[in-house]
């Protein structure tokens, strides 16, 4: 969701290995994309590369990172980070419009194009050629979708994503450009602050989305929520990540079937929790 300090590194489940795989100083001369928040970071096949589009730029300066490509400085700006070769890419500018802050993305496979979507706006990008192609979106909500992750499902053709703030789940058809609440009831929203202290992990094997809270929702209901999107029913599962009181990542390493999810807090540092789920 926020990548300020830019540090790419890589984490092995199965050996609990963590090796850092991109400095964060950069290097001279070439893309060093800093300070970026609410961005969308989706894996593309096609390209071998993690595509970003950000929401919002906190320019720290060249006075505080000297050696920061400040040519990266706009909202409009792709950029490309290659595990191949540990770099940054430079892939041009977005075509407007802007979308601002709050936007999650994915890779639409039967299309072969990379999907974002806000809260207001979904929108196909051929990276290829840059041409946008805006599918339309209509939430009943204000609030924007605030974290960069979500899953296409290439069985049903369509995208699903949740607001944390709100504990909505969504799920967005290409074919019929529209989007549906998953489920009849919400997610109650839990108690904390600031959405860095949630985190989403989906399950695509299994079709099922882990949100993370720290503390019990808003109905005293325990604070993991284990949805499935087929049927749309929600488990409140009681479980705390021990010693950690901050999540803000998670991701589904289906060697092991195993949800990985990052967080810290207080004198805990970063910690990696590993959860496992009795799903069919």
């Known amino acids: ?11 092995n489940p199965p050996s609990g290995g963590y090796t850092p795989d991109f400095d ?9 994309p800093r300070g970026f928040d ?34 990266f400085d706009a909202r409009a700006k792709i950029g490309g980070y290659d595990p191949a070769t540990h770099k940054w890419n430079d892939l041009g500018f977005r075509p407007s419009p802007n979308v601002g802050e709050g936007f999650t993305g994915a890779w639409n496979s039967r299309l072969k194009k990379a999907v974002w979507a806000t809260a207001n706006a979904v929108f196909l990008m051929d990276l290829s050629t840059k041409v946008v192609t805006f599918q339309g979106i209509s939430l009943p909500t204000s609030h924007s979708v605030e ?91 009681r479980l705390y990540a021990p010693g950690c009181s901050y999540h803000n990542a998670g991701a589904f390493h289906s060697a ?18 590993h959860y496992k789920a009795a799903l069919a």
């Open 1 to 11: 969701d926020s990548g300020a300090l830019d540090t790419v590194a890589r984490y």
């Open 24 to 32: 964060y100083a950069g290097v001279a001369g070439e893309p060093c």
């Open 38 to 71: 609410f961005m969308a970071a989706p894996w593309i096949p096609d390209l071998g590369k993690f595509v970003h589009v950000t929401g919002n730029v906190h320019n720290f300066g060249t006075n505080v990172y000297p050696w920061k490509d400040v040519s």
């Open 147 to 237: 974290f960069g992750r979500d899953w296409y499902d290439a069985d049903s053709d369509e995208l699903y994503f949740a607001q944390i703030h709100t504990g909505r789940v969504w799920a967005y058809s290409f074919a019929k450009k529209t989007v549906r609440k998953v489920g009849s009831d919400l997610v109650p929203a839990a108690l904390g602050a600031g959405g860095e202290n949630r985190a989403m992990v989906f399950f695509p094997k299994y079709k099922h989305l882990l949100i993370v809270y720290t503390e019990a929702d808003t109905l005293g209901q325990p604070p993991w929520k284990l949805v499935n999107l087929t049927t749309g029913n929600t488990q409140h599962l």
């Open 256 to 273: 092991s079937d195993t949800a990985v999810i990052t967080g810290g807090g207080g004198t805990n540092g970063a910690a990696f929790h």
